[in-house]
């Protein structure tokens, strides 16, 4: 066979769109980084939750986290993969207009999710908590940028697809997957559904999801743009391309397995734990392949970490993911997890690999892409370099404070004296040891923030010192789509020859383990038996439910209690499958700010409910929760509760045919009961029809389902 | 015959012989991937994002 060089044929690519979600990273990232910084001062000192029900942190954290994940990252990875690929494939993107569709749609999505957050309205599914409606937009939006660039694909003037192409493909394809699987719902209204999935299925799937939204949405396409961006900069050619080969396909063929391991000690069956513990100590190897393979790309350009700040950052980045994708597997060994879950270890890890991993990585990127699409040199090399050790210093102040921290509380909490007892039985006194940790990690934010801000004048100032906007200059490129290489075709390049071929066989991989994992966990019903001792929530405190979700309870509590003797002794008997099983979503949580909730009720009297949401310093002196005096306020909806009882009767909880017609009537009398309780206890009057008391009924109710157990709120309040 | 074959293996945890599979299939993949025959097709391939023509 023999080898020829292709046309030479011009292309103006689309750098426009680039731009634009460059500037919309820019604009995300602010708002993201600062609802971050709002929600770690809260942390620290309560007073910032500021008594309005839009910034308590059970608001502001969803807002936080999406923001940070699909606002900023989101479009950072969008500017990278349109940049990167239009010159990978030597052509425009396939469409202008679904370019211009993909952005502004992902922007109103931002939008909705930016107002309807702080309202309240949420699914209660960590990273997943926008409701329905938002959840077909993004799929709709998902779909417009997969057919933009597998179009692109389709029309390429390189027959070979580059590695950084095939960490997008499996972006595409998998996030698809995850987010419709996940999505799953049944609507009541426009803003309020209930998941397909309940309980332990839920749990499974949403942490399928959850683990792989880190993978498939902050790994594979910043993996991309690494192979792509960092020999760029450094301008040499990936270490190893063999490398990478075996780097995708372990990732994509591992990393799906692993959700599991954010369930270790829950309810959920062993052989799934086993599962996501061993195949996340198999991350090891290609992550660190990964690593090995960027780092390794700046050999014989070492120097430039001195000089170049895009260096800088790649470097400092690529060191980042290392050290998250090798903390990663070990907080998945079951005795580490026991310790670490469930504390601020887990937040110290998460946030080296987003502030340092997925932030660093854009951050670079940005400082390569801007002077070349603006035409024009970086304004400020020194302000740069400051900008990266002012966010390097903020990102070590932050993981170390919350390692630390991490550590303390889950020692804390284990400690258990000569006697058997518990060394610390009152939760709070383990959050306040960890206070000043707080305000640490506040202030290490707050440098992380100076310094994206600084880049943001850096960039303000090489924008404007940028030449006047020219007609596109159009790039010549040799089409070498249809050229046959000389000599013999390795097999994988044959492969990569074949876009779809090769998508489809992403599609597999990804699918092996989601299949093996959640489709036992869905039949599950087949061989766990319904426990027929456990008793649907009454309507008052479904109710009391849809408000613990409204305000983001779930990200403080968890209602999981795991088998080891310190829990069992401050919480009571571990959690069983049954005890979830009518739960749409479940709600075992992954963080204790404060104590587990699994079983509360009837532990306090409703006055203590009662007074702790209203000002929980009245009941716990140094509790760090935030006021909910709004609820005393707000009336309940008796009225909608029919139809959410009807839903949840659709999906299988077992109410009866009164609580269809009288799911109100029987509401209103349940907390005309508690209510009544309340006055006897010395709360005012008038309280009934309060949201604060369909609340009570919900936290009372708390392992309080199991009919043997069982206690009426009017007999516990007398 | 297949099912009386399949009872053979009831006793072995399903996860030691996916384990098996999968290390196998890596090796497989690896020796393949870094065959020294396949040398200069890669080193042309990582070389791609510097062939994307003049801007």
């Known amino acids: ?718 | 015959m297949l099912s009386a074959g399949a009872k053979l293996f009831t006793d072995i945890p399903l996860t030691v012989v996916g384990m098996l599979i999968f290390v196998g299939f890596f090796v497989v993949a690896l020796v393949w991937t870094f065959h020294i025959r396949n040398s200069k097709f890669y080193q042309k391939l990582a070389e791609m994002p510097f062939k994307e023509g003049k801007e």
């Open chain 1, 1 to 718: 066979m023999s080898e020829h060089n292709g046309n030479l044929e011009q292309v103006y690519y689309d750098d426009e769109i680039v731009k634009k979600f460059i500037m919309a990273t820019l604009v995300f990232a602010g708002i993201a980084f600062l609802a971050g910084l709002l929600a770690a001062l809260q942390m620290a000192f309560h007073p910032f939750n500021t008594n309005l029900e839009w910034l308590t942190f059970g608001r502001l954290r969803p807002l936080h986290t999406n923001a940070a994940i699909f606002a900023f990252a989101g479009n950072a990875i969008f500017a990278g993969i349109y940049h990167s690929t239009q010159r990978l494939l030597k052509t425009r993107l396939f469409s202008d207009t679904l370019s211009n569709i993909h952005f502004w749609g992902w922007q109103l999505i931002i939008l909705a999710a930016a107002i309807t957050l702080p309202l309240g309205y949420s699914q209660g599914k960590e990273y997943a908590e926008l409701e329905w409606p938002i959840d077909i937009a993004i799929t709709l939006i998902w779909v417009v940028f997969a057919v933009n660039f597998f179009g692109t694909l389709a029309r390429r003037r390189e027959k070979h697809l580059y590695v950084a192409l095939w960490f997008y493909i499996a972006t595409i394809v998998t996030v698809a997957v995850l987010h419709i699987v996940n999505a799953l719902s049944i609507p009541v209204s426009l803003f309020k559904s209930y998941p397909v999935y309940a309980g332990i299925q839920d749990a499974m799937v949403q942490w399928w999801y959850g683990h792989n939204a880190v993978a498939f949405f902050l790994t594979t396409p910043f993996l991309g743009l690494m192979y792509y961006y960092m020999p760029k900069a450094a301008n040499r050619p990936v270490y190893s391309y063999r490398l990478s080969i075996i780097h995708f396909w372990a990732l994509v063929f591992i990393y799906i397995w692993a959700g599991p391991h954010h369930l270790l000690y829950t309810s959920l069956p062993e052989w799934a734990q086993t599962l996501g513990v061993v195949f996340s100590l198999m991350l090891w190897a290609p992550s660190w392949g990964g690593m090995i393979n960027g780092l390794l790309t700046l050999r014989g350009a070492w120097h430039l970490l001195r000089t170049d700040p895009v260096i800088k950052f790649f470097a400092a980045a690529v060191t980042f993911y290392g050290m998250s994708t090798f903390e990663g597997p070990l907080l998945s060994i079951k005795s580490v997890s026991a310790l670490a879950h469930y504390t601020d270890w887990i937040i110290g890890h998460v946030h080296g690999g987003a502030l340092g991993w997925n932030g660093f990585l854009t951050f670079g990127m940005i400082y390569f892409l801007v002077p070349r699409l603006w035409k024009t040199e970086l304004y400020s090399i020194k302000l740069a370099t400051t900008h990266f050790w002012i966010g390097f210093m903020g990102i070590i102040g932050y993981y170390l404070s919350m390692v630390t921290a991490g550590i303390t509380q889950g020692l804390m909490w284990r400690a258990i004296d000569a006697q058997g007892k518990l060394v610390y039985p009152d939760f709070v006194e383990t959050v306040n040891q960890i206070v000043p940790l707080y305000w640490v990690r506040a202030f290490s934010g707050l440098l992380f923030i100076i310094g994206f801000f600084l880049m943001c004048y850096n960039l303000y100032k090489t924008i404007r010192s940028a030449p006047a906007r020219s007609e596109p200059q159009p790039t010549e490129v040799k089409n070498t789509r249809w050229v046959v290489a000389a000599g013999h075709e390795t097999p994988h390049r044959s492969l990569e020859g074949m876009a779809t071929v090769f998508t489809v066989l992403a599609l597999v991989a990804i699918l092996v383990g989601s299949v093996i994992e959640i489709y036992p966990t869905l039949n599950m019903h087949k061989y766990v038996p319904r426990d027929a001792a456990i008793e649907p929530l009454t309507p008052l405190e479904l109710a009391g439910r849809d408000l613990y979700l409204r305000e983001g309870c779930y990200v403080c509590h968890s209602q999981q209690i795991r088998p080891l003797v310190a829990e069992v002794l401050r919480y009571g008997d571990p959690s069983t499958i049954a005890e979830s099983m009518y739960d749409r979503p479940f709600q075992w949580g992954s963080k204790r700010t404060g104590p587990d909730l699994a079983r509360v009720g009837n532990k306090y009297p409703d006055l203590w409910h009662f007074r702790h949401m209203l000002d929980p310093r009245s009941v716990v002196q140094q509790s760090l929760m935030p006021a909910y005096p709004w609820m005393l306020q707000k009336k309940t909806d008796f009225v909608g509760l029919r139809k959410r009882v009807t839903v949840l009767k659709n999906l299988g909880v077992p109410y009866t045919e009164e609580h269809l017609a009288n799911a109100d009537v029987m509401a209103e009398k349940q907390a005309a009961e508690i209510g009544k309780a309340l006055v006897a206890q010395g709360a005012p009057e008038g309280v009934e029809n309060k949201e604060i008391v369909a609340m009570i009924a919900y936290l009372q109710s708390l392992g309080q389902k199991r009919k043997a157990n069982r206690t009426t709120q009017v007999g516990k309040a007398e």
